[in-house]
């Protein structure tokens, strides 16, 4: 079956996810978490023999692999989703006009969502779990370094629905994984209502040049900690640490640190050492090398590298003011987070930083569906249209407007 015929596929099932109740939903989510509870030996088999052949790298290897644990997590993000309420249908505004009409805007699925993405099995099930949830029809697209676990997953989740008496074929996986078949994926317009990319920078890019279908930008995670004069040094060490090594192949994971002068000529040394001590390559401008000589030169396009490994660039400001020039400069506004106990300093940064996720005090890591409550995420939209950040069930949805008359008519 091509590319456009998979799509077409979902599309006229999409009514049996779109008109399903939702308690019909919930039984889905909870079948789907189950089975791939009780078929984990499978996906680990199909994991393994997608990791067998895959040689790009350890950090990004990371996001291939599967465990039991992952898999629990998976299944358990799944079950969360039965505990938020369906947004469908909800009513967002009311209002009665002068002439009579009753309008509402009204939450309605996109109808047929497209998510194209690499090597991270989980985002297969958080994927179809979300599409369920807000009854949206879903293609997924992945990438063949990790087409088995995907097969694997997307036929136990729709075994497990066609056990419970419900039509699975809204749910397609895409077998083409060739770049060709990617271009015909993107220009699947009349098929796809929406296209989600999520990946690296070039996947992201490619589909903006190539799409016909629109499409939610998601982004790559230039993170930043700013460290400001205040900042407690104890806490400061234990954000870095975590928001960098905590698991470095990840967007949300840090990857500049930023610094106040007076804060660094205290403080640095011990950081760098927490972080080379947890094998962190730590490159640096002039001045932070010149505070700590432990610190490598940074080339310029560092401070604009989103690395996915146990690498982080540190610049050295005068200020808050400098901090946040400097990170709205080289960022791609995911997530920052500013270490302070100044509480001007804070807002200051919060009002000011332009990303999608903005901290005081707490790890970027927390840029995530899941720790967000939202049950699982499409992706983290780093765009300012329809959605930004975690996108959970809402940003599933479109809205109509319902209007209810007695006779009206335009003069």
Do not use: W
């Not at 104890?234 to 930023?258: F, G, Y």
């Not at 790890?363 to 975690?390: C, N, V, W, Y």
């Amino acid at each position: 079956m091509t590319v456009s015929e998979r799509c077409l596929l979902a599309k006229r099932n999409a009514h049996s996810v779109a008109e399903s109740t939702e308690a019909e939903k919930n039984e889905m989510l909870s079948r789907a978490a189950e089975a791939l509870t009780a078929h984990a030996e499978d996906i680990l088999a199909a994991n393994a023999r997608d990791l067998s052949v895959f040689n790009r790298g350890e950090q990004l290897r990371d996001r291939l692999l599967l465990t039991k644990e992952r898999i629990a997590g998976v299944a358990e993000g799944l079950k969360q989703l039965r505990r938020l309420q369906c947004p469908v249908g909800e009513v967002i505004e009311r209002r009665t006009a002068e002439n009579g009409l009753f309008i509402e805007r009204v939450r309605v699925p996109f109808g047929t969502v497209g998510i194209i993405y690499e090597a991270r099995p989980n985002v297969t099930a958080d994927a179809i779990g979300l599409c369920i949830k807000s009854g949206n029809a879903v293609v997924l697209r992945g990438s063949k370094d990790a087409f088995h676990s995907n097969a694997a997953i997307v036929r136990i989740i729709k075994e497990s629905l066609a056990d419970g008496g419900f039509n699975p074929e809204f749910i397609q996986l895409l077998e083409d994984c060739s770049r060709e078949g990617a271009v015909e994926f993107m220009r699947c317009k009349g098929a796809l209502d929406v296209l989600i990319p999520r990946g690296s920078a070039s996947l992201i890019q490619s589909t903006l040049e190539n799409a016909t279908v629109p499409v939610i930008e998601t982004g790559t995670g230039n993170c930043h900690i700013y460290l400001e004069a205040t900042a407690d040094p104890v806490e400061a060490r234990d954000i870095v640490i975590n928001a960098k090594t905590q698991r470095p192949s990840v967007c949300n994971a840090a990857e500049s640190l930023v610094a106040d002068r007076s804060f660094a000529e205290k403080h640095l040394c011990e950081i760098v050492c927490a972080l080379r001590d947890r094998g962190v390559c730590v490159v640096g401008d002039g001045a932070s090398r010149n505070i700590c000589a432990e610190i490598g030169a940074a080339a310029e396009e560092d401070f604009d590298t989103e690395f996915l490994s146990l690498k982080i660039s540190v610049k050295i400001v005068e200020n808050v003011e400098e901090a946040v020039s400097f990170i709205n400069a080289h960022s791609t506004h995911h997530s920052e987070a500013i270490v302070t106990e100044d509480e001007a300093a804070a807002e200051t940064f919060l009002r000011k930083i332009d990303s999608a996720c903005v901290y005081v005090n707490a790890s970027t890591r927390f840029t995530d569906g899941f720790e967000f409550g939202f049950g699982a995420e499409m992706g983290i939209s780093t765009q300012k249209l329809h959605a930004r950040g975690p996108m959970g069930l809402r940003e599933l949805t479109s809205y109509k407007y319902v209007v209810r008359g007695s006779g009206q008519i335009r003069k």
